[in-house]
């Protein structure tokens, strides 16, 4: 930790956007110095029954942009998410930035391209997106000091961004009593995602985090932000005392009883594709594919 560039005394001013829906948090995360920000895991919103789009996530997310005089300097994801439609591509268009991701998100277009045998218009190399992510690098929000961390083990791509005296966790994380993400995706592995967990909680105790999904376990009121001493003291699949080999028979025990999130199958086909629906048949549709059977 010694190594990695942190600096708990620049605050980013953070705004979380909640979507009932996907119970997924899209945050901006701003440099109070400046007008200078970043916007993480947005929202397309997506019908599964009539499968129509719409954006009135994405659409709250550029109207507080707006509002607030703001400039988008990157549209984040933290993975390649199964569970919601990113809108980058949108939100690009509309307020500029550049769209980053984790570098690793090749083996998931690589995994998830033969699962939906994506054409060869499919680019498997990362290039839909501006920037692919390493551990270790680092950019600019203003004037705020960004790095990251790599926290394989629910996608390959996962990544955590630390900001100042902030973590964007992304789907590693839930708030302390919803525990940690599931490892049982293709690509995922749930002794690589305690390693990477234990790398975040390594951290600061002080430091805020922020994290992806929400879904107010036994009926309290839909939260987003904790610590990383909260995460250590009282999260319950991995706060301090529990061991790799605990974790790991825990998450795969649970992974096992859960059903796949009614989303996956135009998810993934969206968000490997850095946002972008297929291209047009002939026809001038555009086409998801169901795999029977596979998932």
């Not at 920000?37 to 997310?61: E, G, Q």
């Not at 939906?116 to 501006?130: H, I, L």
């Not at 790398?199 to 994290?211: A, D, G």
């Amino acid at each position: 930790m010694s190594d990695w560039p942190i600096n708990i005394d620049q605050k980013p001013e953070v705004t979380g956007f909640f979507d009932p829906e996907t119970n997924t948090i899209s945050y901006c995360v701003k440099d109070p110095n400046s007008n200078a920000c970043a916007l993480y895991d947005s929202v397309l919103d997506f019908d599964f029954a009539s499968d129509w789009t719409s954006k009135t996530s994405a659409d709250s997310l550029i109207e507080f942009v707006n509002e607030q005089g703001l400039s988008v300097e990157w549209i984040i994801e933290t993975h390649v998410h199964a569970d919601h439609l990113s809108a980058a591509p949108y939100l690009q268009q509309k307020l500029g930035g550049k769209l980053g991701i984790g570098a690793r998100v090749i083996e998931v277009q690589d995994i998830f391209g033969k699962i939906f045998n994506a054409g060869t218009e499919f680019q498997r190399d990362g290039s839909q997106f501006d920037a692919l992510f390493e551990e270790g690098d680092t950019y600019k929000i203003g004037g705020l000091d960004a790095f990251i961390l790599a926290t394989p083990g629910h996608t390959p791509a996962c990544m955590a961004h630390v900001i100042g005296d902030v973590i964007v966790v992304g789907d590693t994380l839930f708030m302390p009593d919803g525990g940690s993400a599931r490892a049982d995706f293709p690509g995922g592995d749930a002794r690589q995602l305690y390693q990477s967990i234990k790398k975040v909680l390594s951290l600061p105790e002080s430091m805020r985090m922020f994290i992806c999904h929400d879904y107010g376990p036994n009926g309290r009121d839909i939260a987003w932000e904790t610590t990383v001493g909260e995460q250590r003291a009282s999260n319950i699949h991995v706060k301090d005392g529990i061991d790799e080999d605990a974790y790991v028979e825990m998450r795969t025990t649970r992974d096992a009883q859960l059903s796949m999130p009614k989303l996956i199958i135009p998810s993934v086909q969206v968000n490997m594709r850095a946002g972008d629906l297929p291209e047009p048949e002939p026809n001038g549709t555009r086409y998801l594919k169901v795999p029977v059977d596979k998932l």
